[in-house]
């Protein structure tokens, strides 16, 4: 559909930042470089007002949006609730080619040299493996979309800084653990508290950002 390719279109440029916050988005340049009419973008862009990526104001336009700390902090608790939703199926269902695939991951994520993109790659897949193993398809695509937001609202260095990557490899593993034991209750708990530890962790950083440039 239009609209999806639309919506596709303009999502992915605020999440890779090619549209930095702030922008201006025009419909016309949109329908232009897509080639469409201006009904499926508008309607992409209302669909990325409402998931937070942008504010429109009428008969001024439609920006790429600034969100706020508390707003991030309390999508990235509601994905915490889902991450610990999945990891606890996945301790249930997991395959031992999906166990080998994450071990695998793992091991790539404790290599030395590693960029904190290269890092935060290879943590996507990590966590994206283990949604696919608790085979929760509606619960997966709704911890995907919050993956999407917070690589919009949040800087990789952010999240992977001052230690923040040995925490994590470390965590990791003991989700892995549990995995590997089939252990959904523990599992469960320990994705959880990973997922919220981050989650109060980016709020922090956030927070200092807000006060600098508001100072």
Known sequence: MKREEAYLYMRDRIID????????????????MLGMSRTPVQEA??????QGYVSITPQVGAF????????????????????AVTAEWAALRITAKQLDAI???????????????????LNREFHRTIHLASGLSYVQRL??????????AAETDQ????????????????????LKDGNGALTKQLMENHMVRVAHHLKRQNELTENIDNS
């Open 143 to 152: 911890v995907e979309q919050h993956w999407d937001y917070l690589e919009y």
């Open 103 to 121: 071990e695998a991951i793992l091991g790539q994520m404790e290599l030395s040299g590693l960029t904190s993109h290269e890092y935060a790659n």
């Open 17 to 32: 930042r090619t549209w930095d916050v702030g922008k201006s988005i025009s419909v016309n340049d949109v329908c232009a």
């Open 45 to 50: 862009l209302t669909r990325l007002e409402q």
């Open 64 to 83: 790429v949006r600034r969100p706020a700390s508390e707003e991030v902090f309390e999508r990235l608790l509601t994905r915490a609730a889902l991450e």
């Open 159 to 178: 999240l992977f800084m001052d230690g923040q990557i040995k925490r994590s490899l470390a965590e990791h593993r003991m989700i892995f653990h549990g």
